[in-house]
């Protein structure tokens, strides 16, 4: 029931932001990108001596920079575990999402960890979906494991 | 010429403010800010600039629903979508270049209209990422948390005293609805959300419009008011943002840059000596802590004076002693004109119950997840 | 040097790697505030009510708290009889949610009687609402315009205290 304000019963309206769907291209670069992940191969870009990851379509001083493979092993930089939702229930399974950071990059992947024990410094590497349910997105690596 | 917050007002502070709708807060704030600064919305005001966001507000193109509840009807009005403090940092420009004398700056936020909280958070992150489907989009801060605890050695206890200094300090503070009688037992008894921040160490949501009118030093002597003097003001973006895997974790660049340049605006050196308390970010508990180092007020390990009681309101140096956002809550891109709201009052020595001795202020705020951009304000009695 | 990229067809766009599709969700209650809950709950009643500025006399459909022109307090509530002129008009071929209509639908504005106007302000009461009995022919070639309208009510049953309480706008 509505409750009363000055003048009586305030009122509400319901109303969305109503958008059928949104659909990202993945650009020029990003289709490289895409198509490497399909082959189960993470590329990240190079700047001068720096190499970055995730690859983007220019480097941070605009210059134009050159796609190359990113080698493992990734190191877990931070970690967090998502045990709520924002209304605070609880999620049926926790997830831990860690920032995973090849050798010699700056920046990394945001992704799933599976580890007994999460921990930074943890040395891991991706396990990607079947190559016939890949995409070319980011979630064509289901999620990151530790290695021996 | 010098620009001076002249006239502050606001109306909300609650989780809910069923009866009012966003523009009749607006101009609630607005006729209580006008009111205080002694100027006619209709006559006085050169320009007015109002800080939203379309999904905040459920309105697409929302920036043409700013003019009227605040008096810009047919009068210059620009709208940016940032946080307020952002829109002061405006108002300072126009100030100080001669553009206008007087500036109305307004912001607003409804979170209980927003039925689908976290689906407008999720849309905020990169496309790659929600193709994971994150189960808290708030993750972002958790990495944050993580990372700086193991660069500071910070633990998780005092994360926790964060937020039992603060939800404590609320108490005193009749805008503070999210304000709590807790202790560090309850905070680590508590399950995490985004480990390892609990429910007590994130700021809740709160209802608020606040209308903050900026004069030159000129107009301010000429009415008379309670001027404080906004002595320097700046933003900062992260390089990259939009990239948060380039994001330094467990730092806040943007603060750090936007402090060094409000600093040199104000003329400040040694921020600890020569500023009396700061209203700091504080929407997750480590927030506060991270904020104090980037801003040069506490060295790397800021919570060993946070232990020691020295950003207690009876310390060394106050911080947040308005009880903060974990206390006042977090109000979209309203959250940092509500920090300067507290800063002012304070240096007015209106502050009531929360009332800190200062002469002058930081207020430091940060845009929230998941962005990385923080504003940064030196203010003066 | 040119942008690199190049043209791509929309159904190209559906196998292409790397493609994100993503439907937000974002639902809201909009508090609809003090005037405009009085303003509802007076459809759910059969009525139009307006509200008077203090300063500048002029009345607000649908009513506000304040009057953005003095930027000052509103004052007197007024029902109004409902009748009035399309101001003007339009012919709509897609609904709200952008589907194809079988019939096109006669949208307008209506430019409400109310005491105290002349029916020439540029400023006035009015309400935006359907128009039934009126063709597409009459809303192109003009004649609608300025025509005598009335609301036309849903049954008092089916009122819920919204702006379809009133099905329309009928000639008279
Ligand atoms: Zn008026």
């Known amino acids: ?148 | 010429m010098r620009a001076a917050v002249l006239g502050i007002g606001w109306h909300g502070f609650r989780p809910s403010v069923p009866e009012l709708s966003f523009a009749e807060m607006m101009y609630e704030a607005a006729v209580r800010a006008y009111e205080d600064a002694g100027v006619e919305a209709r006559e006085d005001i050169d320009v007015f600039v109002s800080c939203q966001e379309d999904f905040w507000e459920g309105i697409a193109i929302s920036d043409e629903f700013a003019p009227d509840p605040i008096g810009g009807v047919m009068r210059p009005t620009m709208t940016v979508a940032g946080d307020g403090l952002q829109c002061v940092g405006q108002a300072f420009m126009m100030i100080r270049s001669g553009l206008a004398e007087v500036v109305a700056v307004e912001t607003h936020a409804k979170p209980s209209d927003v039925k689908t909280l976290q689906g407008v958070y999720e849309l905020a992150l990169d496309p790659q990422l929600r193709t994971l489907g994150p189960g808290n989009p708030l993750f972002p801060a958790g990495l944050d948390a993580v990372a700086y605890m193991k660069r500071s050695g910070a633990e998780r206890e005092h994360l926790a005293l964060v937020a039992v200094k603060n939800r404590n300090r609320g108490l005193r503070n009749a805008r503070a609805p999210h304000a709590a009688r807790i202790t560090i037992e309850d905070v680590m008894a508590s399950e995490p959300v985004v480990y390892p921040l609990t429910a007590y160490e994130i700021a809740g949501y709160t209802d608020v419009a606040v209308n903050v009118v900026i004069a030159s030093e000129r107009k301010a002597r000429e009415l008379k008011g309670e001027p404080v003097w906004l002595e320097g003001i700046w933003w900062s973006t992260e390089v990259g943002s939009g990239t948060m895997e380039w994001h330094e974790w467990g730092r806040m660049p943007s603060m750090k840059a936007a402090a060094r340049e409000a600093y040199r605006q104000a003329g400040i050196s040694d921020p600890r000596r020569q500023t009396d308390f700061a209203e700091v970010e504080d929407r997750f508990s480590f927030m506060e802590l991270l904020s104090l180092e980037e801003l040069g007020l506490a060295p790397e390990g800021a919570h060993r004076l946070l232990e020691a009681g020295h950003f207690d309101a009876k310390g060394g140096y106050p911080v947040n002693p308005s009880g903060g956002s974990l206390s006042l809550g977090t109000s979209f891109e309203a959250t940092g004109l509500v920090r300067l709201l507290e800063a002012v009052l304070q240096l007015r020595g209106k502050a009531g119950g929360t009332q800190v001795e200062g002469e002058r202020a930081i207020v430091a705020s940060w845009r929230g997840v998941p962005t990385y951009t923080s504003i940064v304000a030196v203010l003066s009695r | 040097m040119g942008i690199p990229g190049r043209y791509v067809k929309e159904e190209e766009l559906k196998r292409m790697a790397g493609v994100i599709e993503y439907k937000p969700t974002a639902k809201y209650a909009y508090s609809a505030g003090q005037a405009l809950s009085v303003f509802l709950k007076g459809l759910r009643e059969g009525k139009i009510v307006g509200r008077t500025c203090n300063s500048c006399r002029r009345i607000m459909v649908p009513p506000r708290e304040f009057c953005e022109y003095c930027h000052s307090p509103a004052g007197e509530w007024v029902e109004l009889p409902g009748t009035g002129r399309v101001e003007t008009a339009s012919v709509s071929y897609i609904s709200a949610r952008r589907a194809k209509l079988r019939e096109p639908e006669v949208v307008a504005i209506i430019r409400l009687d109310a005491p105290g106007y002349r029916g020439d302000e540029p400023d006035f009461p009015g309400i935006f609402h359907r128009l039934c009995g009126v063709t597409e022919e009459e809303v192109k070639g003009g004649k609608v315009f300025g025509a005598r309208v009335r609301p036309r009510w849903r049954p008092e049953g089916e009122r819920r205290g919204s702006i379809t309480d009133i099905e329309c706008f009928e000639r008279w």
């Open chain 1, 1 to 148: 029931m509505n409750k009363r304000g000055s003048h009586g019963e305030v009122a509400h309206v319901e109303g969305e932001m109503e958008v059928e769907k949104y659909v990202y291209p993945p650009g020029t670069l990003g289709e490289r990108v895409a198509e490497a992940l399909l082959e189960g191969k993470l590329l990240g870009i190079k700047c001068g001596n720096d190499l970055l990851v995730p690859a983007r379509p220019y480097c941070p001083d605009y210059g134009r920079g050159e796609l190359v493979e990113v080698q493992g092993p990734w190191t877990v930089e931070s970690y967090t575990i998502i045990y709520k939702d924002m209304r605070g229930e609880r999620l049926k399974e926790p997830q831990v999402i860690a920032l995973l950071k090849p050798e010699g990059a700056q920046g990394g992947l945001i992704h799933y960890l599976k580890a007994e024990k999460v921990f930074v410094g943890l040395k891991a590497r991706p396990v990607f979906k079947p190559r016939e349910e890949r995409r070319g997105v980011l979630s064509d690596i289901l999620y990151f494991i530790p290695v021996e």
